[in-house]
Structure formats: structure tokens, C-alpha cells
């Protein structure tokens, strides 16, 4: 009989999952386990910032797997490497649009930006120089220069999507040089330290599960290597827990001042290689992958490496996430999974909204801002939110909605969607009454079409017939 292990929260602030839910996540991960044909696996839910369920499937050195035991997480590696990197961006230290080139000596990649190395689009292969750099050890490549083979360069810079492995590398070795110490250490110190990560390491540490490969076609199971990868190790070294990843994933969504604030955080979400349109359905931020699942927008990573798989989904808006992990190289049912766990909680248990509150004291500048708007004749509604920041959203059909963030300048700059980096004017008359709204160029009056002399190439004469 397949082994089992259940836990769930029984805080009195916080209610448990319900049996009904608890028991449908039960068996979507016993089902990921069985027909994945894994030797173990874990899976766990976070809402509202705990941990509220974890089950275990299958065994780890003869006991249950839960919460607390290590698996490899593989490329979840990556999104860890990316804070530390706009840590510095926050500082001051780096700007993310200057050439990598300008801080680190590097053999290849020096014309691509910071971002571009973040988002993958810098042009580099996909992968490093041979032999396998998954499963053989990172003394073969001991210098950068030993990362790349005779066509480190696959497009340029820029242009297209290509994942890329060593490009993180490159960013690890970036962290390295500007904090003057190994990338593990800035880690553990600037990102795992604050938020309690403290069962997330490099090397493996007790209990954790061994890699295995699982035979395609018996039911038999060959042991994996666990190396170190040296310099590849920024793209996927780390071992971690459910419960740990259940802690990332909650900065990843909210932020955390200790380590990076939420509008840094956010800024990462950002799709910055794939489709933006309204029917993207992947993409990649600035070391976050997303995707749409079911309806939903999830961020978050996928990782693998000899012997695991590992998987965390988070949907910021239900203030939900998920972890799976599993110790089979092959387990593609992992991934599904994860957001599978998202979506079982969200539709039996749909998020229970804070109770609405007034803002207080308002500004009757802005509350002038606020209401019906046109571009042409078509109507939008600009509202104001927390602090400053501003909303438009179309009020008929679908249309260009983007949330703008309030600067110290009197402008605001739009955080998504169309709008994202552009930046929203109050443009006034000679008398400072509101004229109109400049969005990037985009004029929007208070009437459709309004002869004012404010719309591009005017208004007919004749007015509406």
C-alpha cells in the first residue's frame, strides 16, 4: 500500500481547509504520484500566507515524505539568483538596461543587458558546454570561460525568447562580483535568513530524498547522480522543502521588506519575453515564470535536474500557492499539479475579500481626477487607489485598462498591460482647471470627442449629428 502523510493548520485565527477540500488535494497529488510513476511526493498549499495543507506520497528512506523533507529544485534556482540581482538594482549598484559587460569581465553575453539575462533573451544556448553539466561535476568547468562551447551565441541579443542556463550562471557570478563573496552566501544571508528558509541549501541536508530515474517501461528505479554544478550551480543547484518554497512563494506575491519590497516584487511579474496581449497564456518576467491556467494568471518556476522535479504556483489575487516536488527525473505530471492544487482550493473555497473600509481623509485633487473619461467616444473610468495610484478601466467592451503608479512629479507611470512604463498626465489650462488626460499621447476628455481643443486634428465643426 502506497504510504500517506496529511497535515493541515488548526489555527484559530485561520480556518483549516475544509474535509472536502483537504481530501480532493489528497487525491490530485495521489494521482500525480500513481501515474507518474514517482517513488515519492510532496505537495502543499499556502493561503493567506500559511501553510494550511501538505500530504505526502510514497516513501523517503522508508518513512512518509512531508513538509520538511529536502528535494532538488532545479531551475526554482533561478528565481532566488533574480532577487539577489535586483537587490542590487535597488541599491543603486546595477542598472538593469546596462550592458552586463559594464560590471562583470565576462567571455560571452557582455553586449546583453542585466534584463535581458533575467528574462532569457539574451541570445546565449540554452545550455553549457558539454559533458551533460546536470550530471557531472562543476570542476570540469571551472572558469566562465568554461561555460560556453563554439557557438555560445545562438541569436541576438534581444530578439527572442531562448532559455538560458548559463546566462545564469553569468548572473551568479555578477552577484559574486559585486558583493565580493560566494552567490550561496549573499543568499543565504540577503533572501533565506529573513524569511525563514532556513531548510534550503546548496548541499542536501537530512532527511532529504535521492534522485531517481524511473525505468520507462518496468517498474524499476536506477539511482541519479547528485553533483555539484560549480559554476552552473546559480541556473539549479538548490535543495528545499514544501514548506520553505510555501515561504518564497508568499514573498513572491506580497513582497518583503527585509529582502525586496512589494513593488520591486511586482515589477519582477512583469512579462518581459512572450506575448503581453490579453490572451498570453506564458511568458517570462525578470526571473518569474507565468503562465495562465484555468482562467487564472500564476506566477512562480518550474524546476528539474537529474532525479526531481519540482513545481511553485502562486495566484497573488486568492492569495493562494501550491508546491509540488517529487524525486523522479520524468515526472510530468508534477507541474500540472501544482497549479491543479491552486485551482481545487480557489473553486471549493473561493477567497473571503477584506471587509471594505473607507480611505479616510480624501484629496479633492484627485477625486477630481476620478470618474467617466473618453478616448474619442469611447468611455473609460478612472479610479484612485491606495495612496496616489490610479486605475483606468474601459466601461464597455474590452479596451486598454492599466494601473498607474503616482510619482513624485506630479505624473503618474503605468504598471501593466498597454500602458506599462508609460506615463499618464493631468494636463490643465492657463487657469489650472483640469483640461484633459495625456496617457502617453493618448488624449482623454471629459466629453466624447469634447471641442475643446484639446483632441488631436480637432473636432468637426458641425459637432454630433
Not at 118 to 123: E, F, I, P, R, V
Not at 380 to 407: N, Y
Request: aromatic share 8%.
Amino acid at each position: 500500500m502506497t504510504a500517506a502523510y496529511e497535515v493541515s493548520t488548526n489555527d484559530p485565527e485561520f480556518a483549516e481547509l475544509l474535509p472536502d477540500t483537504r481530501r480532493a488535494l489528497l487525491h490530485r497529488i495521489a494521482v500525480a504520484q500513481s501515474e507518474g510513476r514517482t517513488p515519492s511526493l510532496v505537495g502543499a498549499v499556502l493561503r493567506e500566507g500559511r501553510l494550511v495543507w501538505s500530504a505526502g506520497r510514497g516513501t523517503v528512506d522508508g518513512a512518509v515524505p512531508g513538509p520538511d523533507t529536502q528535494y532538488r529544485i532545479g531551475s526554482i534556482t533561478k528565481t532566488m539568483v533574480a532577487v539577489l540581482v535586483m537587490r542590487l538594482c535597488e541599491e543603486g549598484r546595477i542598472d538593469l538596461d546596462a550592458p552586463l559587460g559594464k560590471y562583470l569581465d565576462t567571455p560571452e553575453a557582455g553586449d546583453a543587458t542585466v534584463a535581458q539575462l533575467l528574462s532569457h533573451t539574451s541570445g546565449l544556448a540554452a545550455e553549457a558546454r558539454g559533458p551533460w553539466w546536470e550530471r557531472t561535476d562543476g570542476a570540469l568547468r571551472p572558469e566562465l570561460t568554461d561555460l560556453f562551447g563554439e557557438r555560445p551565441q545562438r541569436h541576438a541579443a534581444g530578439r527572442l525568447y531562448h532559455y538560458s542556463n548559463p546566462g545564469y550562471a553569468l548572473l551568479g557570478a555578477l552577484v559574486e562580483r559585486l558583493r565580493g563573496e560566494p552567490w550561496e552566501e549573499v543568499l543565504r544571508r540577503e533572501l533565506l535568513e529573513p524569511l525563514g528558509m532556513d531548510r534550503t541549501t546548496p548541499a542536501p541536508a537530512a532527511p532529504y530524498a535521492e534522485g531517481w530515474a524511473v525505468h520507462p517501461w518496468a517498474d524499476a528505479l536506477l539511482p541519479e547522480p547528485m553533483v555539484d554544478t560549480g559554476r552552473m550551480a546559480p541556473a539549479g543547484q538548490l535543495w528545499s522543502t514544501a514548506a520553505d518554497l510555501c515561504r518564497f512563494a508568499a514573498f513572491l506575491m506580497d513582497g518583503d521588506e527585509r529582502v525586496l519590497g512589494a513593488e520591486a516584487v511586482a515589477r519582477m511579474r512583469v512579462p518581459a519575453s512572450g506575448p503581453q496581449d490579453p490572451g498570453w497564456t506564458s511568458g517570462y518576467g525578470l526571473g518569474v515564470q507565468l503562465a495562465r491556467r484555468g482562467g487564472r494568471t500564476l506566477i512562480g518556476h518550474t524546476g528539474s535536474m537529474p532525479g526531481f522535479v519540482a513545481t511553485v504556483w502562486a495566484s497573488p489575487e486568492e492569495a493562494l500557492a501550491a508546491v509540488v516536488l517529487t524525486n523522479s527525473t520524468s515526472c510530468y505530471a508534477v507541474e500540472p499539479a501544482a497549479a491543479d492544487l491552486v485551482a481545487g482550493v480557489a473553486g471549493r473555497e473561493p477567497r473571503i475579500p477584506a471587509p471594505w473600509q473607507p480611505r479616510g481623509e480624501a484629496d479633492h485633487a484627485l477625486l477630481e481626477l476620478t470618474g467617466p473619461w473618453y478616448w474619442g467616444a469611447t468611455p473609460f473610468a478612472l479610479r484612485l487607489r491606495a495612496g496616489r495610484d490610479l486605475e483606468l478601466t474601459p466601461l464597455a467592451g474590452t479596451g486598454r485598462a492599466s494601473r498607474f503608479r503616482a510619482e513624485d512629479d506630479g505624473t503618474w507611470t503605468g504598471l501593466d498591460a498597454y500602458y506599462v512604463g508609460e506615463t499618464l498626465t493631468v494636463v490643465r489650462t492657463a487657469d489650472g482647471a483640469v483640461s484633459h488626460l495625456d496617457v502617453g499621447t493618448f488624449v482623454l476628455t471629459r466629453e466624447p470627442y469634447e471641442d475643446s481643443g484639446a483632441v488631436p486634428g480637432g473636432v468637426a465643426g458641425t459637432g454630433w449629428q
